[in-house]
């Protein structure tokens, strides 16, 4: 079936770092989104791409549909961008396929 | 930045019992969708619907889930029986083309 390879799996920063995540689609996707979750389980909307790239304050995303992959950059991570980052597929027909999830922890 | 109402916002059921959460959509989005968010954060796509009408559906929601999006009335997804499996975070979104989620109804199967 659809599947969202998300990686990494976890990643720890320091405050004042930068880093990526990845999303490699195996399927023909129509946009993607990346949302935030927080403790106690609310997802919040960070990017939604129908393709090219996005950006909001520190981070910024990009959507190839071609080479079927998204990335997310964090710049100069906060300890407030701690969370569990996720990248959604939209495949067609409302079919919305999430990937495994980033743990992202940021410390002083 | 979600306009997605899900109530309640915790529910615990004894085993066999049934389990009821309900969603009211952004107004206007015409699509509604049900997700089950299990510990290790894995979402399994349960339903959809496009206005009343069911799009998409996993082999498990037709068995002990169902679930319906009357017009004028909240959405609402159901448990007939539930099982201690089932203790999850059930997330309702709806779209109009981006999604947009609640925050979810986490269900304690005791």
């Known amino acids: 079936g659809d599947q969202v390879e998300q990686s990494p799996s976890a990643l720890s920063l320091h405050e004042g770092t930068s880093s990526a995540l990845r999303c490699n689609f195996t399927t023909t996707t129509r946009s993607v989104q990346w949302f935030r979750q927080n403790s106690r389980g609310s997802l919040i909307n960070l990017f939604y791409l129908a393709s090219g790239t996005k950006e909001n304050g520190r981070l910024k995303s990009a959507f190839d549909s071609k080479e079927l992959y998204s990335t997310l950059h964090i710049r100069d991570a906060q300890l407030e961008d701690s969370g569990t980052y996720f990248c959604?597929?939209?495949?067609?027909?409302?079919?919305?396929?999430f990937g495994s999830g980033t743990r992202l922890l940021v410390s002083p | 930045n979600s306009k997605v109402i899900q109530t309640p916002r915790y529910l615990v059921k004894g085993q066999g019992q049934k389990a009821k959460m309900r969603c009211i959509p952004e107004?206007?989005?015409?699509?509604v969708f049900w997700y089950q968010q299990n510990k290790n954060n894995e979402f399994k796509f349960l339903i959809n619907?496009?206005?009343?009408?069911?799009?998409?559906q996993i082999d498990m929601t037709e068995k002990r889930f169902s679930a319906e999006c009357p017009s004028n009335s909240p959405c609402s997804l159901e448990i007939q029986s539930s099982e201690a499996g089932d203790s999850a975070l059930y997330l309702c979104a709806s779209s109009p083309k981006e999604v947009f989620f609640g925050k979810g109804t986490r269900l304690t199967v005791v």
């Open positions: 959604a597929a939209e495949t067609g027909g409302y079919k919305v396929v």
């Open positions: 107004k206007g989005h015409p699509v």
């Open positions: 619907f496009q206005n009343q009408e069911v799009l998409q």
